[in-house]
């Protein structure tokens, strides 16, 4: 294991003065990039601050005394840094703080130092059963955590043995009001809290479950897809912006292939496979649910592979398409709809649910059979994918009509 980066420094908080003007005093610790921070208990006019050294501006009679504190501060953490190394415990700036803190004990384990712990394991399992996808939300998900603490409890940390209910309340309020989440959002990051309460519930580090009389339900989301018509529109549409006409090609070729972003970007040539009937086949494992996905290669799509099998970028990466990052495929989409005159949200993942409702089970392709193209551990999944179509309907409706021939009396 390589060695670790470390540093300490102080800094004063202008955005939070008190009623004699001063600002608290903060130490951030950093090992790695992850930062934890501690108020010294101590505050400063910020006209007496010096802000590129991090400590008093020389010359006022207090900022010797205060400067050898911060001296003196500074000793005692890098002495707590070399006892965790000799006890063999791993150097985190979490761990850190909370050896300054004094609370290292089993008692007194707050809600950030054992979600920063949960994370670290994630890390170490990534491309290993958890997606870096998943460990980002995580991330994210105890900033959040931090900053509601701060903000409501003015607190660096929160006890785990003090959370309850009304904590998880308010954590939902804060959500929906100061950070404006969504429904679905603000009850996925509670059900990541959820799993770290799991976590110290079967740890024995809490008692008392403070969800247990607690649900929440994510909202039906209608997911905007392509009919026939905006379709045609975007495949014939003729563009001359080269890096916009890419984007639109592989919009196109997902739509007819109904791969994600994250396997499109990683098709290579070993992902093409010829079928029992002697045509081309995608057998590919989906990198966020591992499940196998087989998908006949329609002409369209077998066209577009072809376009770019000389094109400089795809044989130097070793990949079958130019796939931008994720951001700038969306951002470039809105350009190719504003082309096309079509006013639906066009975004990779539209792609996805055109395939499953337009190209196949309009098409009268089974649900089963749509549901292994995609990759679906169930039939459920796909449901969420796939819409019935008026047209569909209309169809089947009409079929039935000509069997139905009843006549009046």
Same mark, same amino acid.
């Given at each position: 294991m390589g060695r670790k980066t470390f540093s300490i420094m102080f800094m004063i908080r202008r955005g939070q003065l008190l009623r004699n003007h001063e600002a608290p005093i903060y130490m951030r610790i950093t090992v790695d990039g992850e930062r934890a921070e501690i108020s010294i208990k101590r505050t400063i006019d @910020?006209?007496?601050?010096?802000?590129?050294?991090?400590?008093?501006?020389?010359?006022f009679s207090f900022a010797k005394e205060l400067n050898n504190r911060f001296d003196q501060i500074r000793y005692e953490v890098y002495q707590i840094q070399q006892e965790l190394i000799d006890r063999n415990k791993p150097v985190t700036a979490q761990a850190l703080k909370n050896a300054y803190l004094n609370i290292n004990d089993e008692g007194n384990r707050t809600i950030l130092q054992v979600y920063l712990e949960h994370n670290e394991n994630m890390k170490l399992l990534i491309n290993k059963g958890v997606s870096y996808g998943t460990y980002e939300r995580h991330v994210t998900s105890r900033k959040h *955590? +931090?900053?509601?603490?701060?903000?409501?409890?003015?607190?660096?940390?929160?006890?785990?043995?003090?959370?309850?209910?009304?904590f998880?309340?308010?954590?939902?309020?804060?959500?929906? &009001?100061? !950070?404006?989440?969504?429904?679905?959002?603000?009850?996925?990051?509670?059900?990541?809290?959820?799993?770290?309460?799991?976590?110290?519930?079967?740890?024995?580090? $809490? !008692?008392?479950?403070?969800?247990?009389?607690?649900?929440? !339900?994510? +909202?039906?989301?209608?997911?905007?897809?392509?009919n026939l018509e905006e379709l045609n529109s975007v495949i014939n549409k003729h563009i001359t912006i080269l890096r916009v006409a890419q984007v639109r090609d592989v919009?196109?070729?997902?739509?007819?292939?109904? *791969?994600?972003?994250?396997?499109?970007?990683?098709?290579? *040539?070993?992902?093409?496979?010829?079928?029992?009937?002697?045509?081309p086949w995608i057998k590919k494992q989906r990198h966020k649910s591992k499940q196998w996905a087989h998908i006949p290669l329609l002409p369209l799509a077998k066209?577009? $592979?072809?376009?770019?099998?000389?094109?400089?970028?795809?044989?130097?990466?070793?990949?079958?398409? @130019?796939? *931008?990052?994720?951001?700038?495929?969306?951002?470039?989409?809105?350009?190719?709809a504003d082309l096309c005159g079509?006013?639906?949200?066009?975004t990779t993942h539209c792609a996805r649910h055109t395939f499953a409702t337009t190209v196949t089970l309009a098409n009268k392709i089974s649900m089963e059979s749509v549901s292994k193209m995609l990759g679906h551990s169930s039939l459920a999944m796909?449901?969420?994918?796939?819409?019935?179509?008026? &047209?569909?309907?209309g169809q089947e409706m009409n079929q039935l009509a000509m069997k139905l021939q009843f006549q009046a009396n």
């Amino acid at each position: 294991m390589g060695r670790k980066t470390f540093s300490i420094m102080f800094m004063i908080r202008r955005g939070q003065l008190l009623r004699n003007h001063e600002a608290p005093i903060y130490m951030r610790i950093t090992v790695d990039g992850e930062r934890a921070e501690i108020s010294i208990k101590r505050t400063i006019d @910020p006209a007496y601050w010096d802000g590129v050294k991090g400590n008093a501006k020389t010359g006022f009679s207090f900022a010797k005394e205060l400067n050898n504190r911060f001296d003196q501060i500074r000793y005692e953490v890098y002495q707590i840094q070399q006892e965790l190394i000799d006890r063999n415990k791993p150097v985190t700036a979490q761990a850190l703080k909370n050896a300054y803190l004094n609370i290292n004990d089993e008692g007194n384990r707050t809600i950030l130092q054992v979600y920063l712990e949960h994370n670290e394991n994630m890390k170490l399992l990534i491309n290993k059963g958890v997606s870096y996808g998943t460990y980002e939300r995580h991330v994210t998900s105890r900033k959040h *955590l +931090e900053s509601y603490i701060q903000d409501t409890y003015n607190k660096e940390d929160y006890l785990l043995r003090d959370v309850d209910h009304q904590f998880i309340v308010k954590y939902e309020t804060y959500l929906r &009001s100061k !950070r404006n989440c969504c429904n679905n959002t603000t009850v996925k990051y509670i059900k990541n809290f959820g799993k770290i309460i799991r976590y110290a519930l079967s740890n024995d580090w $809490i !008692r008392v479950n403070p969800f247990r009389n607690i649900k929440y !339900r994510l +909202e039906e989301v209608d997911k905007s897809f392509l009919n026939l018509e905006e379709l045609n529109s975007v495949i014939n549409k003729h563009i001359t912006i080269l890096r916009v006409a890419q984007v639109r090609d592989v919009f196109v070729f997902c739509c007819f292939t109904g *791969l994600a972003f994250v396997d499109v970007k990683s098709l290579c *040539l070993k992902d093409l496979e010829t079928g029992f009937d002697g045509n081309p086949w995608i057998k590919k494992q989906r990198h966020k649910s591992k499940q196998w996905a087989h998908i006949p290669l329609l002409p369209l799509a077998k066209q577009i $592979i072809d376009k770019y099998s000389t094109n400089p970028d795809c044989i130097r990466k070793g990949v079958l398409l @130019p796939v *931008l990052t994720n951001q700038k495929m969306n951002a470039y989409l809105k350009e190719v709809a504003d082309l096309c005159g079509i006013t639906k949200n066009l975004t990779t993942h539209c792609a996805r649910h055109t395939f499953a409702t337009t190209v196949t089970l309009a098409n009268k392709i089974s649900m089963e059979s749509v549901s292994k193209m995609l990759g679906h551990s169930s039939l459920a999944m796909t449901k969420k994918y796939a819409r019935i179509l008026d &047209s569909t309907i209309g169809q089947e409706m009409n079929q039935l009509a000509m069997k139905l021939q009843f006549q009046a009396n």
